[in-house]
């Protein structure tokens, strides 16, 4: 029978002396992966994007002329001067007021307003920006990736806007197999409830051969904030997002127990490291997971990213063969209660 021992680190929320496990001191991250642009003598890239611009605008009906004086014209100013304009140039007013009101909208910039975010050419500019400055600088790379995957990584992150890994570890594409959630929950195994989840691990540790698993929770965790406030009295006020936080209740439960003369926030603090905790342990409860770390082919890390402070800690679980041992024992030595 298999059981797991977390060595090593400093969580506030852990008793050390109480148990053989401690979590290890968290370390800075600094390494960067090498991405060497590739010699003339690479192959050509992969044709997955055609080499030709993408994105195509037909040219402006009226080409503009620069003067010094452009930016002290009014708002209303500047739109009589187009509708003059217009009545003037009788050969464009077909073409010209169907496109009156996206002209006028620009111009109101000038008085101060806030230009409309527009979602299609945010992504046109970014994709524009990656083709040239990554994909046809690394044509080497992803003539390998068009080949297959073999990323060394999986990584449970959250969906959080702010804490995208492959950003803040700076991975290259290939390099981590990513999964992405609220508050970056690994559910204990369950075909029906998280076969979602189980798919993508049994994916990773089976197929792709991933080396290391990541879970890595992060400062200001809305995911975290909630789990800490929702009362779970049976009476949810959302649709599925109390049913999917309530995975982290040992780690509250612990959090609450160790820490409830903190104040909110800060147990908000605490609770955010402990529920990646609970995730690794959730994680033994994946037999593929399980036999990876008795064969040494694969090994459990938990992270935690403060955008605030601009810092990154990581700590190791470690898996050994021991006396056996239920379910049920291996949580109370890690100070959950199932």
């Known amino acids: 029978m298999s059981t797991a021992t977390i060595s090593g680190w400093c969580l506030t929320s852990l008793s050390p002396a109480q148990t053989k496990s401690t979590l290890r001191p968290s370390i800075s991250i600094s390494a960067r992966l090498n991405s060497s642009p590739s010699s003339s003598s690479s192959p050509a890239p992969p044709n997955l994007i055609q080499n030709r611009p993408v994105f195509a605008a037909p040219s402006p009906l009226i080409t503009p002329t620069l003067r010094e004086d452009m930016g002290n014209t009014s708002y209303d100013e500047a739109v009589e001067a187009l509708r003059k304009l217009l009545n003037e140039k009788a050969s464009l007013q077909p073409v010209a007021a169907a496109k009156i009101e996206q002209i006028t909208a620009q111009l109101k910039t000038t008085d101060g307003s806030s230009a409309t975010f527009d979602p299609v050419e945010r992504m046109k500019s970014g994709f524009i920006h990656f083709k040239k400055e990554k994909y046809d600088k690394n ?200």
């Open 139 to 338: 044509p080497a790379l992803y003539s390998e990736l068009s080949k297959g995957q073999s990323p060394k990584f999986m990584v449970f992150a959250c969906s959080d806007s702010r804490v995208c890994p492959s950003h803040v570890l700076d991975y290259h594409p290939g390099e981590a197999f990513v999964v992405r959630n609220v508050a970056n929950m690994v559910p204990p195994y369950d075909k029906i409830k998280y076969a979602g989840v189980g798919s993508a691990i049994e994916y990773a540790v089976l197929h792709l051969k991933v080396e290391q698993i990541v879970v890595i929770g992060h400062s200001a965790c809305g995911g975290i904030k909630g789990l800490m406030s929702f009362p779970f009295d049976g009476a949810n006020s959302t649709d599925f997002i109390e049913d999917w936080v309530k995975i982290g209740l040992p780690a509250k439960a612990k959090v609450l127990a160790e820490c409830g003369g903190l104040p909110f926030a800060e147990q908000c603090s605490v609770c955010e490291k402990e529920a990646v905790n609970l995730s690794l342990g959730n994680l033994l409860t994946y037999p593929f997971v399980r036999d990876g770390l008795v064969k040494k082919t694969l090994s459990l890390k938990g992270g935690y990213y403060d955008f605030i402070k601009g810092s990154f800690e990581l700590w190791g679980l470690e898996f050994g063969l021991s006396p056996p041992l239920s379910v049920k024992d291996v949580a109370t030595i890690l100070h959950w209660k199932l």
